[in-house]
């Protein structure tokens, strides 16, 4: 079935125009979760030496880890929803339960017969003390918000019912949390190439003369069609996108504007210089990217050559950081190391890389902040590890003699990295698009 959609998926994702009806987006969406319950769970489970995972979470209260095994025909919750992952040992695999008054979907069985134990609380700890579990994983996280779903409230009702040598046992399920999120699957890895694709797809869509007008339209004028087209094409975003200018002027494109302090409403003109940051979410995986255009003045066939020599300082500065991707390096140690090899190199690089996939700014290595260049305590001390995807976000800041200033080359496009070599999942780009005429966009 997941082949005969994902066949569906190559055909429909080649135009913008189209995509999945949400019957088929359903199919998709469960057929990847049942199989990275069944492969991936276990897996992350006793690489961590876990063997009890509950995860406890409200209607409109939801833990972010339990978001993502929610089948889809479930958007919350329901009333409490206390799941219980259990590991069997050897080939019996991973018990998945749900303390709940029915199924979760067909992937966790309802274990919580009301007339037998009216207390859900109590439900719960009898499954735990009939398992005898040795360690028991609570979504309690110092580094990660996305495993720090367990709410003050629910912990303090769970410890009250859970005998006292049960409560020794309780332990951080941090890294099987960020594991589940940051692992991506090669059923995921199947469609992850179109959904970039599609996102780029509607970036130089966006970035065309049937979109912007030099002299009339506004960069906010862009930033609105981005999410029209969004909605129109019936995906969703997790983010406001973002249009800059930048041009010959006397303005500093300093950091803060860059991410704070954006004016609005800037009319674009020939000979400027955009910039987009724009993702979309679809089957549950989201994009993020960054990319340039650049507004032929009356004359011109072609971007003026300071302006494409800065943009290669940019893609090369992408190949440094992505050159230090190993397994094993924490996001700490590759920011500094590719900091160092680009000051070698004369780029004046700021790198703010993350992982990305069920969530925008996702678990797992953080890989600098735009405003933290000597490393990141805590999740920038994670290390890299095999199959999880990063959107490689950072800037070169080069001097443009003709503009008499230095512009900020802003790239970002996701990657994924098996556990040996990172590749781009949609290629990336390597040449500024020009408006009105485009120029190529290389894979």
Sequence with gaps: MFLICLSTANAQLSSPSTVLTERERSRVVD???????TNLLPQLMRREGLDMWVIISREYNEDPVLRTMLPSTWLSARRRTIMV??????????????IARYDVGNLLKGAWDIDVRPNQWEALAKIIEDRKPKKIGLNMSTNYGHADGLSFSEHEEFIKKLPADYQKRIVSAEKVAVGWLETRTEKEMAIYPLICRLSHQIIQEGFSEQVIQPGVTTTDDVVWWFRQRIT?????????PTVDVQRADREDFNHLRTFSKRPDKQVIQ????????????????N????????????GESDVPEAIKTAFKQGNRLQDILTEQFSAGKTGNQMLLAALEQSKKEGISGTIYSHPIGVHGHAAGPTIGLWDQQKGVPG????????NTAYSIELNA???????KKIVRIMLEEDGFFDGKTFRYIDGRQTEIYTIPRKLGYVK
Excluded at 379 to 386: I, K, M, Q, R, W
């Design 287 to 298: 994009t993020d990217q960054q990319q340039h255009a650049y507004v032929l003045r009356p």
């Design 85 to 98: 992952f259990y590991d069997q040992g050897g080939d019996k695999g991973i018990e998945k339960l749900a």
């Design 379 to 386: 999740p920038g001390d994670y290390p890299l590890l095999a």
């Design 232 to 240: 129109d094409l019936g995906l969703s975003t997790w983010f406001h």
């Design 31 to 37: 057929e990847i979760l049942e199989d990275r319950f």
């Design 397 to 403: 800041a080069v001097e443009i003699p003709e503009w």
């Design 270 to 285: 020939p000979g400027d210089l955009l910039h987009v940051d724009f993702g979309i979410t679809y089957l549950r995986l």
